[in-house]
């Protein structure tokens, strides 16, 4: 007898309304919506840069602008060529990479694999704090600073340089540097560290040898997000280097770098729509696929790292 009327309870659709749960939607939906949202600005980003670089390159030949060595689009006689922007970037990320990706992976060796615990409560904090520095604080060090001692041993420094920037930019990012690579090196187990010691290798080696290649994803990863930081940073070195468009290798000479001019030409005094106003894009556009270009570079290195460790 409850069979059949258990049978008559118990239908398709009511299994369905039982299975569903609001709560567990609510939250799929929630993550879609911010993923959506994420997508959808990046997409926007993309169509902006090539709508108004593509109104620009109906101007000014695309070879032109990537090989000319001059960069004047403000002034008579107009000239287009990116490279001078291309070059002053490079020469600050270069620059900074050379002052904190070693002293970060010194540091993050330190506190990962010699300092007491005490001390390292102590000096993370106090990294993250220096990472929340604003950036033109760091520009206003650089020239209250960093040039002066640049010029006390180099005379010939200019008041804006390419080396107080790339110093700078290399002081600003060095906290992250450290403190990813910190993490990196943390997560490494502690069994393949007392492999090495069981072998004989000393803390140095094992730190060195061990330890660093197996945490080599994660210090890749730092330095490529410090560097793409370096490369969009704009305050500091607008500040710093100065808005002198110039091809050359002299750190000591002022330069500007593609965020910097940027900067300049979104201040207001250049017509909307105009071809002067649509570099900001065509030079946006290009940053945009520099830094793409190194995060492929980066997965690229990573991927080979992980097939020799299989």
Known sequence: MNGPALAERVTPASLFR?????????VRGGLLLCASISVLTTIGIVVVL??????????????????GTRWAPLLEPRSFGVLPL???????????AVVAVPTGLATAIYLSEYA????????????????????????????TTITPALRAIFPATEVFNA????????????PMVASLCEDALSSVPRAQREAGFALGATRGEVATQIVV???????????????????????????AAGATPRFSLNLLESIQT???????????????????YQTIFAVGALLFLITLGLNV???????????IGE
């Open 50 to 67: 090539a709508t108004e670089s593509f109104g620009f390159f109906r101007h000014v030949p695309v070879h032109d602008f990537l090989l």
């Open 116 to 143: 007491s615990p005490r001390f390292r409560s102590i000096v993370k904090p106090v990294l993250e704090i220096l990472a929340g520095i604003p950036t033109v604080v760091y520009g206003y060090f650089a020239l």
């Open 163 to 174: 080396a107080s920037a790339a110093i700078v930019v290399g002081v600003m990012i060095l």
């Open 258 to 276: 593609m965020t910097a001019y940027i900067v300049q030409v979104s201040l207001g005094d250049t017509p909307a729509h105009t071809v002067e």
């Open 297 to 307: 570079l980066a997965h690229r290195f990573l991927r080979g790292i992980h097939r």
């Open 213 to 239: 290649p197996a945490a080599a994803s994660g210090v890749v990863a730092s330095f490529v997000l410090a560097l793409s930081r370096a490369i969009g940073e704009t305050m500091a070195v607008t500040l």
């Open 86 to 96: 291309v070059s002053g970037t490079m020469i600050v990320v270069v620059g900074s």
């Open 18 to 26: 039982q299975s569903i749960d609001w709560k567990e939607l609510a």
